[in-house]
């Protein structure tokens, strides 16, 4: 173990040493009577010392101080005391406690990946602790699968996806690119008009990222029966299939009856929302819109009846649907990396484009459930 600080800035006040965390912001005050704290934070930045080599260097300070008239700014009559191993673990375990130390010993990333994801190792840093590694959530990723069902409006998923390094990518979609699709799709270009978006998608995938493995899957989803060899091997599913509309109910039935979670969004109007299942953990979308119909009022139910089989008007601009997939792929980093809980498994998070404002919506479990019932213990 190379314990590292984090990004964290520190003054001595008298016998207290106040450090100023910068994410989130916050302050903690720590005595430090005889400065040991202070030399042990100083060592703690640098980060580059395993603990045997802590140890003597907080020692090394003390032999100085030692021989000097006065160690700065100790009072303790135990300044020049050896400074013990267990007293260091205690003293990282304390500050581990915090949040203010994480394991910056050797990663196993090559340093192609540790230089191109710098940025989310970064990002880790902040999640990090002395058990877990920046690394070890990149491992994650680059070990996932994700099946995407449908690179429609996923596309946007998609880039932030192999941003992040998401490790093998499977890219099903019967659809042709259209030029109606190029303002909100980007993967896609003017030349690509007519050609199957998951042949495209794939291509830009290899050429964003050789490490990624992508599989493209040309077809169209005509029936529950095909999900499941659809999501098999999957980590995570992303349901972005919208015909026939039918096709999210046999998602939902595949993904929970194989313990994958799924994350999907959509955007209506001036609301966009996003929402996730987490298989035997959270409510399903059925226990909602069985449990929870009262709920969503007398009109909100006449709308879905008189609009189930009509055309869906795609008013879904640009801006909107980076900003849901944006969210989408967040939730999606934190089912891979556990980095945090997921926020949005049972419920529905909705963001209102006029306000910018955020709601949530928790769906209530529904007991007898049957999709539910399906879900394998895990
Ligand atoms: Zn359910």
Redo the contacts with the bound molecule.
């Keep these: 173990m190379v314990p590292k600080l984090k990004h964290a800035l520190w003054e001595r006040e008298g016998a207290d040493v106040r450090i100023l965390v910068e994410d989130p912001v916050e302050q903690i005050v720590l005595t430090d009577g005889d400065g040991r704290l202070e030399r042990l934070l100083e060592l703690l930045q640098e980060g580059k010392r395993p603990l045997d080599e802590l140890v003597v260097a907080l020692n090394a300070v003390y032999a100085d101080a030692g021989t000097d008239a006065e160690p700065e700014p100790g009072t303790g009559t135990d300044a020049a005391a050896e400074v013990t191993r267990a007293e260091l673990e205690e003293a990282l375990s304390v500050l581990d406690g915090l949040g203010l130390v994480f394991d910056a010993s050797p990663d196993g990333l090559t340093p192609w990946q540790r230089e191109r994801y710098s940025s989310n190792l970064e990002f880790f840093a902040t999640y990090a602790s002395l058990a877990r590694r920046p690394a070890e959530f990149q491992w994650r990723l680059l070990d996932a699968q994700v099946v995407l069902l449908g690179v429609g409006g996923a596309s946007a998923a998609l880039q932030a996806l192999c941003g992040l390094g998401v490790g093998r990518l499977r890219l099903v979609d019967f659809d042709l690119v259209e030029s109606k699709n190029l303002v909100r799709q980007f993967t896609y270009r003017t030349e690509d008009i007519g050609r199957p978006k998951v042949e495209r998608a794939a291509e830009w995938v290899r050429a964003f990222n050789p490490e990624i493995e992508v599989e493209p899957v040309f077809r169209r989803i005509a029936g529950p029966q095909d999900v499941p060899a659809l999501i098999e091997g999957a980590d995570l599913v992303l349901a972005g299939i919208d015909q026939p509309v039918a096709a999210s109910d046999w998602v939902e039935e595949a993904c ?1 009856a194989a313990g994958v979670p799924y994350v999907s969004g959509s955007g209506q109007g001036s609301q966009l929302a996003y929402w996730s299942v987490d298989p035997g953990r959270s ?5 909602a819109t069985t449990g929870n119909a009262a709920r969503m009022g007398d009109l909100a139910g006449l709308l879905g009846r008189l609009s189930a089989d009509r055309p869906v008007a795609n008013r879904s601009t640009g801006p909107v649907v980076m900003q849901l997939m944006g969210m989408v792929t967040l939730e999606i980093m934190r089912y891979l990396t556990r980095f945090a809980e997921p926020v949005s498994a049972g419920r529905y998070h909705i963001v209102d484009l006029t306000t910018g404002r955020l709601t949530e919506l928790p769906w209530e ?2 007991p007898d ?1 049957p ?2 019932a399906k879900a394998p213990t895990r």
Excluded: D, F, I, S
């Design positions: 929970v409510a399903c979308r059925r226990c479990p529904v459930c999709t539910c």
